[in-house]
């Protein structure tokens, strides 16, 4: 069971609002890349929007994992305020960034 099927009557109104939104976005021909917090599956936006034209995802769960495994929590953030990840470090953003550059950059190839 998905985290959006266990949750699905708190996050009712978000997931109309998003998939209005990206509605509204791809309908326009503009391209919409959707990006995940650090350290979280990408997997339930992946399922609420599906595979939809001109809809991209970018996880950052793998670059920020990858980083830990040599690295203590404290080199990409700067507190803890979602438990699992939190504010991102100058590092952290800039993982962030450069995941979505490679997107745009692999986009605009194309």
Known sequence: MSNLEKNNNI??????SYIEFNRLITGMGAKHIVMQ???????DLEEL???????????NYKNFKDVLVDKPFEYLFIDRFAGDFGH???????????????????????
């Not at 929007?49 to 996880?59: H, I, P």
């Open 37 to 43: 917090y650090p350290l979280r599956d990408i997997d």
């Open 49 to 59: 929007l599906g595979q939809k034209k001109n809809t991209y995802f970018v996880e």
């Open 11 to 16: 996050i009712t109104i978000f997931d109309k």
């Open 88 to 110: 991102c470090s100058r590092r952290g953003n800039e993982l962030i960034a450069k995941n979505v550059f490679y997107k745009i950059q692999a986009l605009s190839s194309k």
